[in-house]
């Protein structure tokens, strides 16, 4: 208790002197002032568009070296100077408690500057969604090496009697320790020498803590190197008080004792770093941690896996602090396999086998990378590639697929990890899949699945369709015998028991009574369907071909399957080379192109032939473009047939070339069979203040003179939708930060009891809309058109539905309009057996039938999509994962939208103006000159009282 009181007494005794300086409170409001100048304006936080304050966290280890210094120069070399230490060196009390409460001073003194930094994270809390996980990480990572660096101070402080040498000491020793870990060093060196040099310095261990991974190898760092200073101080005093000629045991004991307190700290590190990482994730969505749905794809491999890192040593600067982070993950997935999985790590330029074995049997190869200094150029071909490997299958990631690259004005450009938990697993499970397709399709379903057939007594059935039956009975029989008991078959007559059954089929399913040809009066049934407990799938019949029965009845069972890679069918507008060549033609697609077939089997449909494959577990139609009736029909059928539809549709494209911004119609073909679904797209677009950046062509008028301008602009046209624009409460949207939905048009719905209705997007209630054309900005002597609202302004809620999902029954478009297929029965394939037309249209489709509409044709376009990564400088695309996570959802791929929805880049600031950002940057100048207020009044404050209390005892 009495050691514990002299360092407190020390530590109260050199806060007291240090509120009574007037250079105390200069440096103190001089760290908040420039902490907020570098956050809002050498770091661009508007410009970047993210709701982190990784800026701050990434200057702290630099302002912490200044800080710490001017805070510990004076706490031993002023005791020297003003010859107070030799009355400390005399007193009978142990050295280590003057050092402990002066250490305590200073970092008491250090809290209190980074509580003054407090207004950046909670301004950005309320005006976005912050994750508090890596801000509480980065002021811990700022506490551990500002005690650092306090240690490091206080030992040179106790070295010399003047202050300014102290200062200067101080910085150069804490600049060389940050120096060591930084990639101003390594980048001098190879990979492996990087590393072991990013384990001893300071500022690649911060960053490690600031993204909210607290690691216990990190955190013993920071200790071990307060401790060794603080030891090395407090022997430098020892020392002052010993004989200059004379050396006793008491002496070596002291050196001993310090050098092997020394050498076990640097072992004890060392040790640590060779074992697995001991560490605590405290991200919002733990995006450093092996997730549940990983898990469970690591649970399912009945086989070992195969998980090898290719890591060149000579790397590209920005890549190498990446490769012990993906390092780390892989290590974790080894853990977690519990002997399932296997990791490695090679370069291949140490090892030529494993490079051509790469570079032949995987496919994969170096990338070339530019790298520059102030002296010379020169290109590397370096590898930063993930191999995955299970059984004969096999999956690689390259450097696209892992990294995302962020370029914002006034910075230099920045590589992340986009998500690689999300890119391994995804690997793992594609793997997975693909080994499991080249056996039995039953070992992925999970409950008993039936086969009902509707079809009619063999003497009602035209000929062709008997032998069709006869065709298909032992194909049913045979996957029977193969399903373990799984799969069953069954044959009911909808005529019998009085024509109850074709009732109940009528009223549930829309399964009517065919004929061969118009006005023929003899009726059949013929409909296959596949049923469990959880859902009805039909079966097509196309033409009646036996051939393609088991490729039919294969694709509708993988809708029961789990472990099966699914098919999506997807219609694009097909545009001329040429034509895309020059922006024209219509919006093109590449990107989605790629973001699905990632995840996806994709199969580019063509609906003219009024079909859908039957591979196709979901069909995805974007911008159709005069649809004719064969093509509706498909969609209509694949909808009747209890599928998912998704269309991305609107009345309008907007087509950017040669410096023009014009607003085209576009007609797809679809508004009859919308209506018909209780759906209207109104011809109308939506404005909203809520919006985003877009760098658009603008006219300028200047007298008799109109120019042309590129101009990045705030424009209503680009609706930036987030919580609660987006719905909260569903998984497609509940994850999404921000969608920017770019010339959209209102939805109108009819009720229906049959059916059931989700928004998902939704404008502001500041929106309104607008039928004009003409959506470029018009810059005059004025300012800007800003397009005004329209009278409808004052209603309370202009807000209009955007996307949206209709679930349950529909009813054919086509019952009452004519069949426009003619669907020939065949036994054998030959002319000759052709008999009459078979008119088999389904009128409604099952419960589990779904309809997915975004308003919008050109939210996806590869043009669209390119302005907004020049605009946010980030990769993320929030349109692509709304369609991404509608696929996830419509498929019921729960375990790859959990962990899509990870992603740690995905969190943006909503759009203000100038007026509110520098409003915003002086409310966060404000508070901290209020809490340096709050610590001034309360310093005032109790050296009143403590002068009044010494004057009451001298009274008594």
Not at 551 to 575: H, N
Not at 609 to 633: Q, Y
Request: proline letters at 5%.
């Amino acid at each position: 208790m009495a050691t514990n009181s002299v360092a407190r007494r020390v530590s109260q005794k050199e806060v007291r002197l240090f509120f009574s300086s007037q250079v105390a409170w200069l440096f103190l409001a001089c760290f908040a002032v420039v902490t907020g100048f570098l956050f809002f304006w050498v770091e661009s936080f508007f410009a970047r568009n993210i709701a982190d304050i990784r800026p701050l966290f990434e200057w702290m280890p630099v302002l912490l070296i200044f800080l710490c210094a001017a805070l510990s120069m004076n706490m031993w070399s002023e005791e020297r100077r003003t010859g107070t230490l030799e009355y400390i060196l005399t007193q009978p009390v142990d050295l280590w408690q003057f050092v402990i409460g002066k250490f305590r001073a200073c970092f008491t003194l250090l809290l209190l500057a980074l509580i003054s930094t407090l207004p950046l994270p909670i301004t950005v809390a309320l005006i976005a969604n912050l994750d508090w996980g890596p801000v509480i990480g980065g002021y811990l990572a700022a506490a551990l090496v500002g005690a650092t660096y306090l240690s490091i101070g206080l030992f040179v402080s106790a070295r010399t009697d003047n202050p300014i040498v102290s200062l200067i000491g101080t910085v150069a020793l804490c600049t060389v320790l940050y120096l060591l870990g930084s990639t101003t060093l390594t980048g001098f060196f190879d990979d492996r020498t990087g590393e072991i040099l990013r384990l001893i310095g300071s500022g690649a261990r911060f960053e490690s803590v600031s993204r909210g991974i607290i690691d216990l190898r990190d955190l013993f760092y920071y200790c071990s190197l307060v401790t060794a200073f603080l030891a090395l101080n407090i022997y430098v005093l020892e020392k002052e008080r010993w004989a200059k000629t004379r050396h006793s045991d008491r002496h070596r004991h002291w050196r001993s004792g310090t050098l092997l307190l020394l050498a076990n700290m640097v072992l004890a590190n060392i040790w640590l770093n060779q074992t697995s990482p001991l560490r605590l994730d405290i991200t919002e969505s733990k995006l450093y941690t092996i997730s549940q749905p990983t898990l469970d794809f690591i649970n399912a491999l009945q086989e070992p896996l195969l998980i090898r890192g290719y890591f060149s040593e000579k790397t590209h600067p920005l890549l190498a602090p990446l490769v012990p982070q993906l390092r780390d993950l892989l290590k974790e997935y080894e853990l977690a396999g519990q002997g399932k999985i296997q990791v490695e790590f090679v370069d291949p330029a140490n090892d030529p086998e494993s490079e051509q074995e790469a570079n032949e049997r995987y496919g994969i190869s170096a990338t070339p990378f530019q790298i520059a200094d102030r002296h010379e150029s020169s290109l590397v071909n370096a590898y930063f590639n993930v191999l995955v490997r299970y059984g004969s299958e096999h999956e690689s990631l390259g450097f696209s697929e892992l990294i995302e690259v962020r370029s914002v004005a006034n910075t230099p450009p920045e590589a992340l990890l986009r998500n690689p938990e999300y890119d391994v697993t995804h690997a793992i499970k594609k793997v997975l899949f693909d080994y499991r397709a080249g056996g039995n399709l039953f070992d992925g379903i999970d409950e008993p699945i039936e086969f009902i057939g509707y079809v009619s007594a063999d003497s009602l059935l035209p000929q062709q369709l008997q032998h069709y039956k006869q065709a298909i009975e032992p194909q049913l029989a045979l996957a029977a015998r193969h399903s373990k008991g799984k799969f069953s078959v069954r044959f009911i007559e909808p005529e019998s028991y009085d024509g109850v059954i074709a009732g109940n089929l009528a009223d549930q399913w829309g399964f009517k009574p065919m004929v061969t040809s118009p006005g023929d009066h003899q009726k059949f049934y013929f409909y296959m369907t596949l049923a469990s407990t959880q859902q009805v799938v039909q079966i097509p019949t196309g033409a009646f071909n036996p051939a393609d029965f088991r490729l039919s009845l294969d694709a509708g069972l993988k809708r029961f399957a789990r472990g099966f890679t699914k098919v999506v069918a997807l219609s694009v507008p097909k545009v001329d080379s040429t034509m895309a060549q020059y922006k024209l033609g219509g919006p093109t697609f590449d990107n989605l192109k790629k973001a699905i077939g990632r995840d996806y089997s994709i199969d580019l449909e063509d609906l003219s032939d009024g079909n859908v494959n039957a591979k196709a577990d979901i069909l995805a139609v974007v911008a159709p473009e005069k649809l004719d009736k064969k093509s509706v029909f498909a969609i209509d059928q694949f909808l009747m047939r209890g599928g998912t539809v998704i269309l991305v549709t609107s009345p309008y494209t907007a087509e950017i070339s040669d410096g023009e911004l014009r607003l085209q119609n576009w007609d797809s073909g679809l508004q009859p069979w919308l209506a018909h679904m209780g759906i209207q797209i109104e011809k109308a677009l939506v404005l909203d203040k809520q919006n985003a950046k877009f760098a658009a062509p603008t006219s300028r008028r200047a007298g008799d003179y109109e120019f042309r301008d590129v101009q990045l602009i705030d424009y209503p046209y680009f609706l930036d939708l987030r919580p609660p624009q987006l719905a909260p409460d569903h998984p497609v949207t509940e994850n999404l930060p921000q969608v920017t939905m770019a010339w959209a048009s209102p939805i109108l719905t009819t009720p229906n009891d049959k059916r059931q209705i989700s928004v998902l997007l939704r404008s502001s209630t500041a929106s309104w809309l607008s039928d004009s054309t003409n959506i470029t900005s018009r810059i005059n002597g004025q300012g800007r058109d800003n397009f005004p609202p329209s009278p409808e302004k004052d209603k309370a809620d202009n807000a209009a539905n955007l996307g949206l999902i209709v679930k349950g029954q529909f009813d054919s478009f086509f019952t009452i309009r004519s069949h426009p297929l003619n669907v020939l029965p065949r036994d054998a394939g030959t002319e000759s057996s052709r008999g009459p037309a078979v008119n088999a249209l389904l009128t409604r489709s099952s419960e589990s039938a779904q309809l997915v509409l975004y308003a919008s044709n050109d939210f996806l376009d590869d043009q669209i999509l390119q302005n907004l990564v020049a605009t946010t400088g980030t990769q993320y695309l929030g349109p692509v994962e709304l369609f991404m996570n509608t696929l996830d959802w419509a498929l019921q791929d729960d375990q790859l939208l959990t962990i899509r929805s990870r992603a740690h880049f995905n969190r943006t600031l909503p759009p203000m103006e100038r007026q509110a950002q520098v409003l915003i940057e002086y409310f966060n100048y404000g508070l901290s000159a209020v809490w340096l207020l709050l610590v001034a009044s309360g310093t005032w404050l109790t050296a009143v009282l403590r002068r009044r209390r010494f004057v009451r005892d001298l009274s008594l």
